[in-house]
């Protein structure tokens, strides 16, 4: 039975919380361990909803739209913009900004709500991380276009080139490069293992071979056995404790971009937080956006439930006034600092040509989301999605103030000018979106949208030591599969015994048994990581943490090496007087290559500890295995182990509680 | 309702003669300091003022967010950092003498101190305005500190869910103000001692450092109680896990906003701002700068890096005492330069300013930690804190039970 007894006297003298404040679950309805795998499943399955088709045509439209303008302004040039003396940077810059922008909550919900341990995010993790890969991809398009000659746009890279000469890494351009596409890498590789789990299931549930074999191709023969969950769960939260520093380094990085210049309006030291801020604030917005009309039209508003809306909005309301504060701290610095050309830019910021720009930023970014201090606001589902609209808007003006105001009045007024935007600069923009609504329907249609596996390890029947735990079936969700036929005694040669069990806490103290018992030779395999299982076996502590540190200082060091390679001793040239080679303009860049391979490290090591990928596994074969990515639970004693006997060890398997007890073959 | 359980009266009365002691020797000190050097002296106060100011600070943070995030892991530590924020009263009486030796510190209080950049801004940085602005200061914090400790402490009695409402509405007022002041604080005793220089990371910076500070403390005290026994069946490891964990993350987090705030000035090369950073790149100072890199950032991130070493005692104790040294040159390195640019530092002064402000802030402490329950006895999430999963809803025990009742 679960064991759940109080512990002290101090836990017994507390008191029951009241119910005004209840934690509300996490999965409404106490939903079982099927119905969640059915209904996430059943959006990437069965027949194409009309809303989709309705959704998809015309953002495949506009997709189309943005390439034309593409291929128009390459094949024209960048005058088809409207960047001009003396606004050099417009719209181009501005979107990259907003996309990396919104590409930011991904990786916060997915990695440092992890390490915060907020279980709420296993609802959202999985469609903003999708969301954070999309629109990285949209915001990589701007740089590329921005510098003029697209195909020269590899002399971005630090690789040999006729010229010669190396890319120079004292400029803030080198550190976006590798900041993006480190962000890029790791996101996907982050966004990978989470689904290898949930491919899995695609692949168990499929019904068709094409299914199968592309799902189980990409599982990588994935089977929930508990050995792997151990270092794939070693090898997420090494992946989370990375991802957190990168997530906040991306976004410092392009602030950077602005602020270790000497413009007034963008030199200023808060700007890496601040964007920071800003990005996870415009992120929430998007997945707000996204998600309010996705829950409703896939039927998911019991795992999507007006918590999370609610959690999300609060975290809106938490950046926004960020955001405000770094406002308020700029006005005042740019006062307090006594430099008039600082003063005189803020001055025009709010009260110059641009004004209107101005106010609609800090309507949007810091007086609306103060809204969400109401319940109210936060549970009603129509004002959070106008407000997170207003999110979305704030923020794109947010980058529009900071590149056009700064620069439309330069120190000589001979230098002034009003920027507009041509419709290409419009239309390219736009069709931005088509494209990253495109991707995300896509998404929708082919992959789990919600993380299965995580889901189910947060609802309490998931939790061995929860009541719950050991109740078997709440809800029929399935009907029964008839009882495993007996094993007809074949030339295959017997891999070892299966049993099979309902409930985690079944398998958690079966697991405690077997091991108890002595066997060496066995293994667990469970739909979701079951907390306290690693310890139940006697598993010993996952190694692929040396993989990732081992990555990752090796990434540093190389880092560090190169740039004082190429920028010092290659080829010395002398930058806006800096030093030739210092360890505080290599920072940014040595980071960036710790992180990737620190990342690199830790999947290798989930893969190569896990020996995966793996195919053809034996236990494929059991057609009640197939239920291991649904809703139950396995051990498999095998029969190379010493102990092992077939009948002593059915016995065993038996009185833990299996009701089934197949000999699986080779 | 057990008595014994959660009083820390008898285990702490036995050690506060110490604050007693260095208070009074602190004190002798001081005046002997003043008698001999009163501008010397001014520094070695704001120093050991702004540290001690950054436990107050710390500690009202933590119980804001606290309440904010709806949290159940910190409710057993809680009431330290209430503790640590309600020294906001005796800080005020602290700030006295501070207020007194203002002209001897701070430059631009001197009618003579004829400066352009100083022109400029004179109708924030002036005397009067400066006294206002504390007495404001102080103000709110006393008010927001002691204000959720009382519902903190009503709550002990009657565990009502009313008393979280209040302590919530109380944080979500109180960390806007808290950010504006904190950030003009910091600017006003600190910053300003180089008026010429700005940065709009200040305030940002000090609050680093000062929740990192609180979180180490926070720890030792709660290591402390649990051992002495007030806190035992409480404080399980978990707890003082989540203490190392947020440790850690401060750890990064202010080598971030330090290094963000170092790498602009770096890279645009200004000299209206540089010259903060050259001065203490001089001399003592770049010794101590290396200190701050390589003790406040990379010594700490590497030993608290591994899961398991935040419940290392014999590795944590002497980290968070670390922290402590630490933290104190992080200060020196904000409010020292101005007076000792080339020599030493350190003078015995400090010592002894730090030990009396040290042992009045920590008399005070003591002696709440005494008086008062020393975790929030009801609170409605002590109970999901302390068991290992978490609490389920009657409405799902119900069903629970009533699906037994079936089987």
């Known amino acids: 039975m679960a064991e759940h007894a109080p512990k002290s006297t101090a836990f017994a003298n507390a008191p029951e919380p009241p119910p005004e404040l209840e934690r509300k679950p996490l999965v409404q309805n106490l939903r079982s361990f099927a119905w969640i795998s059915d209904r996430i499943a059943a959006v990437a399955e069965g027949r194409t909803p009309k809303w989709w088709w309705a959704a998809f045509v015309p953002s495949v439209a506009l997709m189309i739209m943005c390439f034309v303008m593409i291929g128009y302004l390459i094949s024209t040039g960048v005058g088809v913009w409207g960047v001009a003396h003396p606004v050099s940077w417009g719209y181009a810059i501005i979107n990259f900004v907003f996309w990396i922008g919104i590409g930011h909550a991904g990786t916060l919900i997915s990695a440092i709500l992890f390490l915060l341990r907020q279980r709420w995010r296993t609802a959202v993790n999985r469609a903003a991380e999708a969301m954070t890969i999309f629109a990285v991809m949209c915001a990589g398009i701007f740089p590329l276009i921005h510098v003029g000659r697209a195909w020269m746009a590899w002399w971005l890279f630090p690789i040999p080139n006729s010229n010669n000469i190396w890319p120079q890494f004292r400029s803030p351009l080198m550190w976006d490069v590798f900041a993006v596409s480190t962000y890029f890498t790791v996101s996907l590789l982050f966004w990978y293992m989470g689904l290898m789990p949930d491919l899995a299931t695609m692949r168990d549930r499929a019904k068709t071979k094409i299914r199968k074999y592309l799902y189980g191709l990409f599982a990588l023969g994935w089977t929930g056995s508990n050995r792997n969950w151990s270092n794939y769960e070693k090898a997420y939260l090494v992946l989370a404790g990375l991802s957190t520093p990168l997530v906040l380094s991306v976004h410092s990085i392009v602030s950077l971009d602005f602020s270790v210049s000497q413009l007034p309006g963008w030199h200023t030291t808060i700007f890496p937080p601040y964007f920071v801020a800003g990005a996870i604030f415009s992120g929430f917005g998007m997945v707000l956006t996204l998600l309010i009309p996705v829950r409703k039209l896939c039927g998911l508003e019991e795992v999507i439930t007006v918590r999370h809306i609610e959690l999300m909005g609060k975290v809106i309301l938490a950046t926004g006034s960020m955001v405000g504060y770094a406002y308020a701290m700029e006005f005042f610095i740019a006062y307090y600092g006594g430099n008039p050309y600082e003063m005189f830019t803020f001055k025009n910021r709010a009260f110059g040509p641009y004004g209107w720009a101005y106010w609609i930023m800090v309507t949007c970014n810091v007086i609306s989301p103060q809204l969400f201090w109401f319940k109210k606001i936060r549970t009603n589902l129509v004002a959070v999605f106008i407000l997170s609209i207003c999110v979305n808007i704030g923020m794109w003006f947010e980058r529009f103030v900071i590149v056009v105001t700064s620069l439309h009045r330069d120190f000589l007024p001979a230098n002034w000018g009003y920027y507009s935007p041509t419709y290409v600069d419009v239309l390219t923009f736009v069709g931005t979106f088509g494209l990253f609504l495109t991707l995300f329907l896509l998404f929708l249609r082919f992959v789990p949208l919600i993380a299965i596996a995580e889901v189910k390890s947060v609802i309490p029947q998931g939790d061995p030591d929860h009541p719950l735990g050991s109740v078997k079936e709440m809800l029929p969700a399935t009907p029964e599969m008839k009882p495993a036929a007996k094993e007809p005694a074949k030339a295959a040669k017997p891999l070892g015994l299966l049993a099979e069990f309902e409930t985690s806490a079944e398998i958690k103290s079966a697991a405690k048994k077997v091991r108890n018992a002595g066997y060496r030779r066995w293994d667990v395999f469970t739909p979701f990581p079951i907390h306290g299982m690693d310890d139940a076996m006697g598993l010993r502590d996952s190694r692929v943490g040396w993989f990732s540190f081992i990555g990752g200082v090796t990434g540093y060091c190389s880092g560090m090496l190169m740039i004082w390679f190429m920028n010092s001793f290659d080829y010395p040239l002398v930058v806006g007087g800096k030093p030739l080679f210092s360890p505080v303009y290599a920072f940014p860049v040595s980071f960036e290559l710790t992180i990737l391979l620190g990342a690199f490290g830790a999947v290798a090591g989930m893969l190569i500890t896990n020996r995966l990928p793996r195919w053809h596994n034996p236990l494929f074969k059991s057609e009640r295995f197939a239920r291991v990515t649904h809703d139950r639970f396995f051990i498999l004693i095998e029969c190379r182990d010493p102990k092992f006997s077939e009948t002593k060890t059915r016995e065993l398997l038996e009185a833990a509680g299996s009701r089934r007890v197949e000999m699986a073959e080779e | ?407």
């Open chain 2, 1 to 407: 309702m057990n008595t014994e359980l959660g009083n820390a009266s008898a285990v702490v009365s036995r050690w506060t003669k110490v604050p007693a002691v260095l208070m009074v020797l602190g004190g002798v000190g001081a005046v002997a300091g003043f008698a001999m050097d009163p501008r010397q002296l001014g520094f070695s106060y704001l120093l050991a003022f702004m540290f001690f100011l950054s436990l107050c600070m710390g500690g009202m943070f933590l119980v804001m967010v606290h309440h904010l995030f709806d949290a159940d892991w910190s409710v057993p530590v809680r009431r330290i950092s209430e503790h640590l924020a309600c020294l906001s009263a005796v800080m005020a009486v602290l700030f006295v003498p501070l207020a007194l030796l203002a002209p001897q510190i701070y430059a631009w209080m001197d009618p003579a101190h004829a400066d352009h950049a100083l022109h400029a801004k004179a109708g924030y940085l002036n005397a009067p305005f400066f006294y206002a602005r504390a007495v404001i200061f102080f103000a709110v914090w006393i008010f927001l500190s002691w204000r959720l400790r009382y519902w903190s402490l009503k709550q002990d009695e009657s565990g009502a869910a009313a008393c979280t409402f209040k302590m919530r509405k109380l944080a979500a007022a109180g960390i806007f103000l808290f950010a504006i002041t904190l950030t003009l604080a910091a600017i006003d005793w600190m910053k300003s001692l180089q008026h010429q220089w700005f940065s709009t990371m200040y305030g940002v910076y000090y609050f680093s450092g000062s929740v990192w500070l609180t979180l180490g403390t926070v720890y030792l005290v709660a290591v402390w109680l649990k051992r002495a026994g007030p806190l035992r069946d409480l404080v399980q490891p978990r707890h003082l896990k989540d203490v190392g964990v947020v440790l850690f993350a401060f750890t990064v987090f202010y080598a971030y906003i330090h290094f963000a705030q170092y790498f602009i000035i770096w890279n645009a090369n200004m000299p209206e701002e540089t010259f903060w950073y050259v001065m203490r790149e001089r001399g003592y100072w770049w010794g101590s700068s290396m200190v701050l890199v390589f003790g406040h950032f990379l010594l700490p991130f590497l030993l608290l890096l591994r899961i398991d070493a935040k419940l290392k005692l014999p590795l944590m104790v002497p980290l968070c005492v670390w922290v402590w040294l630490m933290h104190f040159v992080d200060i020196s390195f904000n409010v020292l330069p101005p007076l000792h640019l080339e020599e030493f530092p350190w003078r015995w002064t400090d010592l002894a300013c730090f030990a009396f402000i040290g042992g009045v802030t920590g008399f005070v402490f003591l002696r709440s930690l005494a008086r008062h329950p020393v975790y929030p006895l009801k609170d409605p999430r002590l109970r999901e804190s302390l068991s290992d999963h978490e609490v389920p809803p009657p409405a799902i025990a119900e069903a629970v039970h009533s699906h037994e009742g079936e089987e």
